[in-house]
Structure formats: C-alpha cells, structure tokens
C-alpha cells in the first residue's frame, strides 16, 4: 500500500498572500493539485508572513477544487499570526492543518 503522504505534491508559497499575488497563487496551486501525478497538495506556510482575504479566498477556490477532485488538500506549519485568520472567519473548521510531517518507509 502506498504512503498517501508520499504522493502529496508540498509547495512553499512566501512573504505576504495578498491581492497583488493572490491569482499567481491560485494558478500555481491549481496546476498542483489538477495534476495526475498527485493525490493531493500540502501548502507549507511556515514562510507566509500576512494573509488578506484574497489570499484567503485563493486558498479555498483551490480547497473545492482538491474535494471535486477527490484530492487531499492540507496546510502546514500554519503561524499563529496566520492562524488567527483561519480562526477569526471559522475557516478553522474547513481546512486540513497538519503540524508534523514525516515520510515513513514502506
């Protein structure tokens, strides 16, 4: 059986997730997680210095694009400081947050 963990596609988007770079970042994820090679995509943010709400609302356009597709669709290594977004719009409880991730052996 294949380690689910290994087949997700992990990108590292950094500094501010804003209006000024929010559909770069839409386009980049969407191109991840429609790909055939991954089952799904983990977004490391422990580089995300500020989130706006069109950063946010980036995030959830790919968020139903991994659930239509049957993908997983994670965020990692989420700041407090972004965190408290999440939290504050109740977007907590909609999206996967993954604090340790390791790769184990087959």
């Given amino acids: 059986m294949e380690n689910l963990q290994s087949a997700l596609t992990v990108v590292q988007p950094s500094g ?22 991954s089952s799904g995509l983990m977004v490391d943010m422990s580089r995300v210095e500020s989130l706006d709400s069109a950063g946010l609302v980036s995030l959830i356009s790919v968020l139903r694009m991994a659930r239509n597709l049957s993908k997983r669709f994670c965020l990692y ?30």
């Fill in 16 to 37: 501010a997730l804003t209006a000024a770079n929010a559909y770069s970042l839409e386009t980049q994820l969407s191109e991840h997680i429609s790909s055939d090679s």
């Fill in 77 to 106: 290594s989420v700041p407090p400081s972004i965190r408290i977004v999440f939290e504050l719009t109740q977007l907590d409880q909609v999206f996967e947050f993954v604090e340790e991730f390791s790769v184990k052996a087959a």
